[in-house]
């Protein structure tokens, strides 16, 4: 979605993919899609056979890696799991390192996801380099590393790993059945079969009969996988300072919003749960470079409409708060993970994982 989303907006490009939207422009749209497809398809088609045939070769580091990954494009929580996991480690005595990509990070600098979770879990050391090999031996020798946690590693295959833990969003859970970018499926979903663990995230938001087929779905492409299901839930607010504030302050008063996220319509959901007077939601592409400019026209669009206070994601807080130059309140909605099912076999899946050295 990276590249389609500069031109479509993720809600409009989410209506378009699902069929929701049925227009002209629609139906055109979803068929140049389906013909974009079968390049990205024949790519992730030969790059896992690579693997898979051993003609690609996986390397493995000296200390347990745990990756946390999903099969569709953005919006499955993974960084906050990220954080509950390190967290776990640390209680137990592990010293954890955490290794990504770091998508559209500037030049020398760590992404918004970086700075998120260094605000989470300030002196764990995160490694952000495309060789996810090299960042983990890097984590090791010079940070001495106990265990890897490998952000967004489903798909990434060369670095050897000694668990997956593949997050599904049951809101949205399998990228409307087709791949990248006719949908959001990163690779098909007879891939899921690679996976420890499966996680259902947002299981909060759908009915207990959906819930139970979407397990029947699961169970049928990852067959002994372990079964896991988590909820996120808002904890409080915090400016870019680092003041946190009781959500409550909030209450029945007028906000704005924006988020710059691959599913915006997850944060939508959230904060019209809330008891707030949800004014509008501004929408950027995932991982948007926020600008001054952009500080200046949501400052004046949110004093428009009279908000009381503009909302946004601890990961756009990261970026844009350092801009905002108003009066008027700018808070980051601080989540944590809930893990609802499956953590007593999860961590002991997890504990054993601790105990290999391949």
Same mark, same amino acid.
């Given at each position: 979605?990276?590249?389609?989303?500069?031109?479509?907006?993720?809600?409009?490009?989410?209506?378009?993919?699902?069929?929701?939207?049925?227009?002209?422009?629609?139906?055109?749209?979803?068929?140049?899609?389906?013909? &974009?497809?079968?390049?990205?398809?024949?790519?992730? !088609?030969?790059?896992?056979? =690579? /693997?898979? #045939? +051993?003609?690609?070769?996986?390397?493995?580091?000296?200390?347990?890696?745990?990756?946390?990954?999903?099969?569709?494009?953005?919006?499955?929580?993974?960084?906050?799991?990220?954080?509950?996991?390190?967290?776990?480690?640390?209680?137990?005595?592990?010293?954890?390192?955490?290794?990504?990509?770091?998508?559209?990070?500037?030049?020398?600098?760590?992404?918004?996801?970086?700075?998120?979770?260094?605000?989470?879990?300030?002196?764990?050391?995160?490694?952000?380099?495309?060789?996810?090999?090299?960042?983990?031996?890097?984590?090791?020798?010079?940070?001495?590393?106990?265990?890897?946690?490998?952000?967004?590693?489903?798909?990434?295959?060369?670095?050897?790993?000694?668990?997956? &833990?593949?997050?599904?969003?049951?809101?949205?859970? !399998?990228?409307?059945?087709? =791949? /990248?970018? #006719? +949908?959001?499926?990163?690779?098909?979903?007879?891939?899921?079969?690679?996976?420890?663990?499966?996680?259902?995230?947002?299981?909060?938001?759908?009915?207990?009969?959906?819930?139970?087929?979407?397990?029947?779905?699961?169970?049928?492409?990852?067959?002994?996988?372990?079964?896991?299901?988590?909820?996120?839930?808002?904890?409080?607010?915090?400016?870019?300072?680092?003041?946190?504030?009781?959500?409550?302050?909030?209450?029945?008063?007028?906000?704005?919003?924006?988020?710059?996220?691959?599913?915006?319509?997850?944060?939508?959901?959230?904060?019209?749960?809330?008891?707030?007077?949800?004014?509008?939601?501004?929408?950027?592409?995932?991982?948007?470079?926020?600008?001054?400019?952009?500080?200046?026209?949501?400052?004046?669009?949110?004093?428009?409409?009279?908000?009381?206070?503009?909302?946004?994601?601890?990961?756009?807080?990261?970026?844009?708060?350092?801009?905002?130059?108003?009066?008027?309140?700018?808070?980051?909605?601080?989540?944590?993970?809930?893990?609802?099912?499956?953590?007593?076999?999860?961590?002991?899946?997890?504990?054993?994982?601790?105990?290999?050295?391949?």
């Amino acid at each position: 979605m990276r590249q389609v989303t500069v031109l479509l907006n993720p809600s409009t490009f989410r209506a378009i993919v699902s069929g929701r939207r049925r227009d002209l422009r629609a139906c055109i749209a979803r068929a140049f899609l389906n013909l &974009l497809s079968f390049p990205y398809r024949g790519i992730v !088609f030969l790059r896992n056979r =690579l /693997f898979d #045939r +051993g003609w690609r070769a996986i390397h493995h580091v000296d200390v347990p890696v745990i990756s946390i990954g999903n099969v569709t494009l953005g919006g499955t929580g993974k960084t906050p799991t990220v954080a509950w996991l390190v967290q776990w480690l640390s209680a137990r005595g592990i010293k954890a390192a955490i290794v990504s990509r770091g998508y559209k990070g500037d030049s020398g600098k760590q992404n918004d996801e970086a700075l998120e979770l260094a605000e989470k879990l300030p002196g764990v050391p995160h490694i952000q380099n495309p060789d996810r090999l090299k960042a983990a031996q890097t984590a090791i020798a010079e940070h001495r590393a106990e265990a890897i946690v490998l952000d967004d590693g489903f798909q990434h295959r060369r670095l050897g790993r000694n668990f997956d &833990l593949v997050l599904i969003d049951a809101t949205e859970p !399998f990228g409307f059945e087709k =791949l /990248f970018p #006719r +949908g959001t499926l990163r690779e098909p979903l007879t891939n899921l079969h690679r996976a420890d663990a499966v996680a259902l995230t947002r299981i909060d938001s759908i009915a207990t009969e959906d819930r139970k087929a979407l397990w029947q779905r699961i169970e049928s492409l990852a067959p002994g996988a372990c079964q896991i299901e988590i909820a996120y839930s808002p904890v409080h607010l915090m400016d870019h300072n680092g003041n946190t504030t009781p959500l409550s302050v909030l209450d029945d008063a007028r906000v704005a919003a924006f988020c710059g996220l691959g599913n915006p319509q997850n944060f939508s959901r959230m904060l019209s749960q809330k008891n707030w007077d949800l004014l509008s939601l501004r929408e950027y592409p995932d991982h948007h470079h926020y600008t001054a400019h952009d500080a200046r026209w949501l400052k004046e669009h949110c004093e428009t409409m009279e908000a009381a206070a503009v909302l946004c994601t601890h990961k756009d807080l990261v970026k844009i708060g350092p801009l905002w130059k108003s009066t008027l309140p700018l808070y980051g909605v601080i989540i944590e993970t809930e893990i609802t099912l499956g953590s007593e076999r999860l961590e002991a899946l997890l504990q054993q994982c601790l105990q290999q050295r391949i």
